[in-house]
């Protein structure tokens, strides 16, 4: 049995989103970034309309990228992220109606730390929601000739 679980924390507008440690392969600053992987913001993901209106994030974790994604990528984040350990009873999966009703698929459980509530982010989810971003455009399709 699991008795704790290694997550990359971080903070969006003020709210805790954490991924499985596992999945992260690294962090840096964007300002010093020379890094060739495309830059997504998780706003972006998050609320995807957003569009043009985003704040460049100041921050990126470089996410272990599965099979089928088209390049490596990184997840762009406000702030430096933090490596914790969090005990496995501190984490409660959504509540299915919650589950069901919920607008960010990524969203798979929540937990608390240091009296705080942390979203926990599902990161093979998330490359799915990146997936169309990060997919180059196809030519012919949706073109008007």
């Known amino acids: 049995m699991i008795k704790s679980l290694p997550l990359v924390i971080f903070s969006h507008q003020n709210q805790l989103f954490a991924l499985e440690a596992g999945f992260v392969t690294g962090q840096g600053k964007t ?3 020379a890094t060739s992987g495309l830059l997504l913001s998780f706003s972006q993901l998050l609320i995807p309309e957003t569009g043009s209106r985003l704040t460049p994030p100041a921050h ?3 996410l272990a990228a599965d099979s089928s994604c088209f390049k490596p990528w990184l997840l762009g984040i406000e702030k430096e992220a933090e490596l914790i350990e969090l005990p496995a009873e501190d984490i409660h999966p ?3 109606l919650l589950f069901a009703r919920r607008t960010f ?9 240091q009296q705080r509530l942390v979203s ?12 169309p971003l990060l997919s180059p455009p196809v030519p012919g399709i ?4």
């Open 120 to 131: 926990l982010i599902d990161v093979r989810v998330l490359q799915d929601l990146a997936r």
């Open 60 to 62: 990126w974790l470089s």
């Open 142 to 145: 949706n073109q008007v000739g």
């Open 31 to 33: 300002a010093f970034s």
């Open 105 to 113: 698929p990524a969203l798979q459980a929540v937990a608390w730390y």
């Open 94 to 96: 959504l509540p299915p």
